[in-house]
């Protein structure tokens, strides 16, 4: 076990991670004191594994997005029979979370809080997890589902149950898209499913709005930086109904409307042409009164850490007793040298558990004696 001197930092942190049988870790235990943890070492030591391993303790797929079965350690064509991820929370309690995949079923996930079985939802009232990786470096110029994920991720911290929302839409929209694409004309089974629509996509619209709505303001509020400030909309029906003062009732009723009325249209394109999985999130680079996508690579990615770090001072000031740990993989691989010390500035003056990726300790420099730094070298022990 790697061990940290215990300092007395003011805000909740993960004090211990042990992972089993996951990706290519046997068993690696981690202690962390609080502080800015930088996790450096060679391409290929496992360092995005550890961050994956805690990015498994809020609702999804993870920051990979992979499948439960495919997390397992692998030797050679054989898996291990199951993986495993427990952490412990500090404070006077020491909350022990643990989560990890079923034996007999290798496509369901486990939780538990303090030895006892709880949901997903439970865990993620625990911890907020976010994260940024290097494959969403190109996110405002890509396609808009990537947004969409990324604005969803950004939901789940003020919005617990955002991510169960998702999933009953989505459900819904493939059933309602299989009735589609089937030529079925049973306005019993389109009236079922499009309430289950209705319902789900009012509740995901009213959390993202509120979420752009409360990161816009934290931008605003903040002084410039190295990182500039953005400006943020969603294009979506349902999300400006609620920007024009709309309650959920009205929007839920008005998507019911919607497509209730489409299904003409819908059936011939074979599947739901409206609705909250058409969004978009439009980022501007506000200074410049530009489109995000048309900045330069660098101003992308300054912008895109701009948001984070509003969003994680956001999530702090709305539940300052919850933990949140910020994961930054690779963060700092493509910043030059004052944003990587502007960078250290802001993760300092966050009270968030930060967990950093990089393959050499000069990358973070900036941080002085401030940061915990963590060699990784040896992924399977």
Known sequence: MICASKLAVSYPYIAQLRITDFRSYIR?????????????????????????????????????????EDLARKHGETSAAYWGVNATLSGADETKLA????????????????????????????????????????????????????????????HPRHGQHTIRYEKARADRNRLLSDGIDDP??????????????????????????????????????????????????????????????????????????????????????????????????????????????????????GLILAQARTQVERNPARPLALLLDEIAAHLDERRRAALAQELLSLPVHSLMTGTDAGLFEAFGDQAQMIPISESGS
């Open 99 to 158: 989560i990890g995949q079923v034996p007999d079923a290798p496509r369901r996930r486990t939780h538990r809080l303090d030895g006892k079985t709880a949901t997903g939802t439970t865990i993620a009232q625990q911890i907020a997890v976010m994260w940024l990786t290097p494959a969403q470096d190109r996110l405002f110029t890509g396609p808009a589902g990537e947004r969409r994920k990324f604005l969803d991720r950004l939901c789940l911290p003020g």
């Open 188 to 305: 019993f089974w389109f009236d079922a499913l499009e309430r289950d629509m209705a319902n789900c996509g009012a509740q995901i619209a009213m959390a993202r709005e509120d979420t752009v709505a409360t990161l816009m303001e934290q931008v605003a509020d903040r002084p410039e930086t190295a990182f500039p400030k953005s400006t943020a909309i969603i294009e979506g029906e349902a999300e400006t109904l609620f920007r024009g003062g709309a309650d959920v009732h009205d929007v839920e009723a008005q998507i019911t409307a919607w497509l209730a009325g489409d299904r003409s249209r819908d059936r011939r394109a074979g599947r739901t042409l409206r609705g909250v999985h058409r969004s978009d999130l439009q980022v501007f680079h506000a200074p410049k009164s530009m489109p995000a996508g048309d900045c330069s690579t660098g101003e992308q990615k300054a912008l895109l850490i």
């Open 28 to 68: 690696r235990d981690l202690s962390f004191d609080g502080r800015p943890a930088a996790l450096f070492g060679p391409n290929g030591a496992g360092k995005t594994n550890l961050l994956e391993a805690i990015s498994l303790l809020s609702p999804g797929r993870g920051l990979r997005r992979a499948k439960l």
